[in-house]
């Protein structure tokens, strides 16, 4: 933008007939003068650098957070693999196996006359299981009648004990009177 010479910011004659810039110099050498920003150093005051380490301690505690949050993730999700892949163990040998141990009602058969055990599954039909000779200690009868009288014997004792809390009621009746 072209100043003339009335114009200019010194008010004083300018040996150049019209001013370039603004003249807020010296007369004779037209200087520029612009505002602008530069990135200086500049000291810190005590306050300034009070919560300036306020703040960087708050950052440092935030870190270690995040840290720690993060070291529990990977420790959390490690077990979570580590569960994971002893199911597939698991699964893959159940596969592999094509089998799967498990309690199942068995009947065991001992016939003394041919001093043979066999063990049959209970399911209709029966599934044979195993047959094999006896051992010296399965050889030895025992005076029981088999499993009719274990069953009477099972009944006996619920007998006994149903009368024995019948009686222990009545007790406790009479004794409340």
């Not at 040996?15 to 505002?35: F, L, P």
């Not at 840290?67 to 596969?95: C, D, F, N, W």
């Not at 066999?118 to 030895?140: F, G, H, I, N, Y």
Request: proline share 2%.
């Amino acid at each position: 933008m072209k100043i003339d010479r009335e114009t200019c910011a010194l008010k004083t004659k300018c040996k150049k007939k019209t001013c370039v810039e603004d003249c807020s110099g010296w007369a004779d050498a037209h200087i520029r003068k612009k505002s602008d920003t530069r990135l200086l150093a500049v000291k810190l005051t005590e306050a300034e650098l009070l919560k300036t380490g306020e703040d960087l301690s708050n950052e440092i505690e935030k870190a270690a957070l995040i840290e720690l949050e993060l070291k529990t993730m990977k420790e959390q999700y490690k077990a979570k693999t580590a569960e994971a892949e002893g199911r597939i163990a698991s699964l893959s040998s159940l596969v592999r196996a094509k089998a799967e141990m498990r309690d199942v009602s068995v009947t065991v058969i001992s016939d003394y006359t041919k001093v043979k055990v066999r063990v049959e599954t209970a399911a209709k039909p029966p599934v044979l299981v195993e047959e094999r000779d006896m051992t010296p200690s399965e050889t030895q009868q025992h005076l029981a009648f088999g499993q009719e009288w274990d069953k009477a014997q099972e009944k006996k004792r619920k007998e006994a004990e149903k009368a024995k809390k019948e009686k222990e009621a009545d007790k406790k009746k009479t004794t409340k009177k």
